[in-house]
Nanobody, 127 residues
Framework: QVQLVESGGGLVQAGGSLRLSCTAS????????MGWFRQAPGKEREFVAA???????????DYTDSVKGRFTVSRDNARNTAYLQMNSLKPEDTAVYFC?????????????????WGQGTQVTVSS
């Protein structure tokens, strides 16, 4: 199983930025597709973004509509780390953010298709 450690959460004012990191161990990072999900209080966990495994510098990304143009997912295979750059943050982005790995195939937006999860990092956006 893959071990995932997230960092970078915190408290920020609306319009501000944060960068989340997710460092993986236990498997060849470059061969893993990575997902980012979030869970707001009282709500179900939802898909945020994903980045495919990479061969060289070619990879694919996907975003939920509410973050397109504001969030950017990336990866550094040399550091075994995936990133979620979050700009123009809004109060509705407040949630615990999770990274996920061990993608089994199928719909990358479905949390059921990921087998390993980080512990989560809190992001709070004040108005």
């Amino acid at each position: 199983q893959v071990q995932l450690v997230e960092s970078g959460g915190g408290l920020v004012q609306a319009g501000g930025s944060l960068r989340l990191s997710c460092t993986a161990s236990g498997r060849t990072f470059s061969s893993m597709s990575m997902g980012w999900f979030r869970q707001a209080p009282g709500k179900e966990r939802e898909f945020v973004a994903a980045i495919s495994w990479s061969r060289g510098r070619t990879y694919y990304t996907d975003y939920t509509d509410s973050v397109k143009g504001r969030f950017t997912v990336s990866r550094d295979n040399a550091r075994n780390t995936a990133y979620l750059q979050m700009n123009s943050l809004k109060p509705e982005d407040t949630a615990v953010y999770f990274c996920a790995a061990d993608f089994a195939g199928g719909n990358i937006r479905s949390e059921a298709n990921f087998g390993s999860w980080g512990q989560g990092t809190q992001v709070t956006v004040s108005s």
